[in-house]
């Protein structure tokens, strides 16, 4: 089937180019649906080298737990308690408010 596309491209192509009122727009939009659709467009051939360092992911990921904990369970609470400087009010009502539930304290020990 898709050798039959392009069998009907060359041939539509083939006719336009033959008849004597083909128009630079017609030429231009075949080439251009050939191009593309065909062969790719050029900066998809264009070859490019790249550094790659296979341990920064475990440094990054290592920083991240550090920082956010895992599943990034830190910096939801973090969020859950704001970010206006009343913080730490809001984490203290927290803690009253789980006393008896968590033993009085977050399921994640924050600050660690």
């Given at each position: 089937m898709l050798q039959m596309r392009y069998l009907f491209l060359l041939a539509c192509s083939l006719l336009v180019?033959?008849?004597?009122?083909?128009?630079g727009f017609i030429l231009r939009l075949i080439s251009e649906t050939l191009q593309n659709n065909v062969a790719?467009?050029?900066?998809?051939h264009v070859r490019t080298d790249w550094d790659f360092d296979p341990e920064a992911a475990k440094k990054a990921r290592t920083l991240y737990y550090e920082k956010n904990g895992y599943r990034?369970?830190?910096?939801?609470?973090r969020l859950g308690v704001g970010l206006d400087?009343?913080?730490?009010?809001?984490?203290q009502e927290q803690?009253?408010?789980?006393?008896g539930r968590l033993n009085g304290?977050?399921?994640?020990?924050?600050?660690?």
């Open positions: 180019l033959g008849s004597r009122t083909a128009d790719g467009e050029p900066i998809t990034s369970a830190k910096f939801i609470e400087g009343r913080h730490e009010e809001r984490r803690r009253e408010r789980d006393v304290e977050h399921f994640i020990n924050y600050p660690a």
